[in-house]
């Protein structure tokens, strides 16, 4: 599975949107882009993923690339609630490969 | 009720000890996993199940076996418990669907977190 590359941390203000990048540039043609979240060790929530075409859901937007190797996972009006660690993660078989993620915090 | 739930929520034992994990879903799933996370890390696969008579070793399974009771039930157990291996373990759901290619939502307990002394 390919390897994925996220900002330690971010910050960003109540109300705005929230931009995640990932990226992954060894990225083969059937593996898909999962996002995932934690919020302060209860168990990760699922995002969104995708393959790709960009997807939007009730709880974020995942763009990705034309070519594929990186991706931006949009939480368009972020609140103190999605504080949380967001984990990108790409895979083509049935495991979820954790790395450390990036720390969003929401600030008021 | 939750989905995914997990037992003990906390548990504090001694270098040497057995201990069990256990863990238990009525989402109807397939598919049930182990995670370990260490703090500041990412979570770690141990094992995976894919239906009662599969079981398959994840990246660090060394240390731990699992038993996969029923559909519903899989348990975690640690046979001669370390310091090391304290650590906040996550059980896992997925469903498997024919036709959809690639399918990894899963579904997670609320953790153990588990104090070896």
């Known amino acids: 599975d390919a390897k994925t590359t996220q900002p330690p941390s971010m910050d960003c203000a109540e109300g705005r949107a929230a931009n995640l990048p990932c990226n992954h540039s060894t990225i083969s043609g059937n593996e898909y882009v999962y996002w995932y979240r934690q919020i302060h060790s209860q168990g990760p929530q699922y995002i969104i993923h995708g393959l790709k075409n960009n997807e939007t859901n009730e709880m974020a937007s995942l763009i990705i690339t034309e070519d594929r190797k990186s991706s931006t996972l949009i939480l368009p009006h972020a609140t103190l609630r999605d504080t949380a660690v967001y984990y990108c993660i790409v895979i083509g078989g049935n495991k979820l490969v954790f790395g450390a993620g990036t720390i969003l915090r929401v600030k008021s | 009720d939750a989905d995914v739930t997990q037992t003990p929520r906390n548990r504090i034992t001694k270098t040497g000890k057995r201990i069990m994990l256990e863990c238990s879903q009525t989402?109807?799933?397939?598919?049930m996993y182990w995670y370990r996370q260490d703090p500041g890390l990412g979570l770690r696969l141990i094992y995976y199940s894919f239906d009662v008579k599969d079981i398959n070793k994840g990246e660090i399974s060394d240390g731990y076996s699992v038993s996969r009771q029923a559909q519903a039930k899989f348990s975690l157990s640690l046979e001669s418990a370390i310091p090391n291996q304290t650590a906040l373990y996550f059980c896992a759901t997925s469903a498997f669907q024919v036709g959809q290619g690639n399918y990894n939502e899963q579904f997670f307990g609320p953790g153990t977190r588990l104090t070896v002394l």
């Open positions: 989402k109807g799933h397939d598919r």
